[in-house]
């Protein structure tokens, strides 16, 4: 516990940038989960394929998918922000897409039937009645992506895998433990911050 | 106040994808504005697939539907939705939203002021027997099963359209409830004129409602006409067995004093009955041993009806 006092606002910093990382990781992920699991709700035949194609990527272990993204993009930021947003994709699109497949026919015949264009309802209806599912598919997946970014540090990436991995070379058990817990700590806060929020959108 | 849409039919078709046989099949058909028309028949007759294809719902195969002489394929599919009422039997309430957001649905889409829609939801709320008061901030799942649709015929008709369809909106309701919220309905309509399509399989409901009623079956119309009409005239052995059209005492609370009426200027003395009384009363008040009932309207005696003439009426014979 010596390193986690004596280095407060070091661990801090980096902890900064862990959920920074993770966070910007999020968003690009959501941007590109929502028009994929359109396609599977609208379309329903091309689900096993999608679900399917996103859940492999999701099996991949992690390591080895980041040595393969390191071959691509070099070392740095860019490996494990991709690996981030390929992960992520399986648990939001999957969530996102029950979500809005789990409504209420009725809401959406009535919607359909009272004249709302496709937009409209998707913003006013859908979305508002998907969305504790949705936050709920978020929570999980920011969870995961808190523990898998800290393999960031292992190729060159910011966040509070640095603190694991130097403590790992240079026999700093303490700074492992700095570093975990840290990365711990974020987990538990986000899973806690999100349940909140899932909760005051379940209405 | 909205006066009632005339919709037409023209040898309207619609084959869904995947079958070989036309849900609905060369249905031609006039609905009269203000008028109640009813669609009745089995599960699979055809009769929400003919609802829906007047907003657009579902496409026509071959043939045409015009409203007050327009063709609905000439108008953009969701202003057509805005501008005709839709209330279906689960009611569809939207759950994330107030009692009050939801009657504002239509108006919102259409942009009306803020002041005018908080009006027009407690003028609906009114109107159909919700204090606005207590319901207006009410969630759609603090609701039973008829105040939702209450709620439901409220959003419907929130933009005062000129047609209504309806798709067995009272089904899921208790007997006691849904013979209130039919007699409403019907208050509802006649004031506001609007032209209603109303579908149901149930008999009873149909003859309570219809202006007219529209039997269906496989996807064709088997006959149109009042329910008085059809309870005695069937067009075929399918509409009177649906109808139950030999059951003569359904036909009794259909038939007014004034149809069985023998007119005459004598004056005799006897119990009292308003020529709108329908002949269930007249029976009554015979069967409890009267000779004859005096009909009366606006208070001055027009004729008597005695047992012979019940029946008479009853049978079609008059």
């Known amino acids: 516990m010596t390193y986690l006092t004596s280095h407060a606002a070091r661990v801090f910093a980096l902890a900064q940038d862990h959920a920074l990382i993770v966070a910007a990781a999020l968003l690009v992920a959501l941007a590109a989960a929502f028009p994929l699991a359109l396609v599977i709700v609208r379309r329903p035949r091309t689900a096993p394929l999608l679900l399917g194609l996103l859940g492999a990527i999701y099996t991949i272990p992690s390591l080895a998918l980041l040595a393969l993204l390191v071959r691509a993009f070099g070392l740095g930021i860019a490996p494990i922000f991709v690996a981030l947003v390929a992960y992520a994709q399986f648990m939001l699109v999957r969530n996102i897409a029950a979500g809005i497949s789990g409504i209420d026919p009725a809401q959406i015949d009535a919607a359909h039937g009272l004249g709302m264009a496709a937009r409209q309802q998707f913003v006013r209806v859908e979305l508002p009645l998907a969305l504790p599912v949705i936050v709920g598919g978020i929570r999980v997946a920011a969870v995961a992506m808190i523990a898998i970014a800290t393999l960031g540090g292992y190729v060159g990436g910011e966040g509070l895998g640095t603190l694991i991995f130097t403590g790992l070379t240079l026999h700093h058990d303490d700074m492992i433990v700095a570093g975990s817990l840290a990365a711990s700590l974020l987990a538990i806060v986000a899973d806690g911050a999100l349940r909140l929020v899932e909760h005051a959108v379940r209405r | ?318």
């Open chain 2, 1 to 318: 106040m909205s006066r009632g849409a005339a919709i037409r039919f023209e040898l309207a078709s619609v084959r869904y994808d995947d079958t070989d046989r036309d849900a609905i099949a060369d249905v031609t058909l006039d609905v009269v504005p203000g008028e109640l028309l009813v669609l009745l028949g089995p599960s699979g007759c055809g009769k929400s697939t003919l609802l829906r294809t007047v907003n657009r719902l579902v496409p026509l195969t071959r043939g045409r539907i015009a409203i007050d002489d327009t063709d609905v394929t000439a108008l953009d599919p969701v202003a057509l939705r805005r501008a005709i009422g839709y209330a279906i039997q689960a009611v569809g309430l939207f759950s994330h939203m107030s009692v009050a957001q939801n009657i504002a649905i239509v108006p919102s889409l259409l942009g009306w002021p803020r002041d005018r829609i908080a009006a027009r939801v407690d003028e609906l709320l009114a109107l159909v027997r919700l204090e606005p008061q207590r319901y207006r901030h009410r969630r759609p799942r603090d609701l039973s099963g008829g105040e939702a649709q209450r709620v439901g015929v409220a959003r419907a008709i929130a933009a005062q359209p000129r047609a209504l369809l309806m798709d067995e909106p009272f089904g899921a309701v208790d007997a006691i409830v849904r013979a209130q919220l039919q007699r409403e309905l019907v208050r509802i309509v006649r004031e506001l004129g609007t032209t209603t399509l109303f579908v149901t399989h149930d008999v009873e409901e149909a003859l309570h409602l219809a202006d007219r009623i529209v039997v269906m079956k496989d996807g064709r119309l088997e006959q149109i006409a009042t329910p008085l009409q059809m309870l005695v005239t069937p067009a075929n052995a399918y509409v009177a067995e649906l109808i139950g059209a030999g059951d003569v005492i359904r036909r009794l609370t259909m038939l007014r004093a004034r149809d069985a009426v023998q007119r005459s200027t004598v004056a005799v003395d006897g119990v009292r009955i308003d020529a709108h009384a329908d002949l269930h009363t007249v029976l009554n008040v015979l069967l409890g041993g009267a000779e004859r009932v005096v009909v009366v309207e606006a208070e001055h005696p027009i004729g008597t009806i005695d047992f012979a003439a019940v029946r008479a009426t009853i049978m079609g014979n008059r």
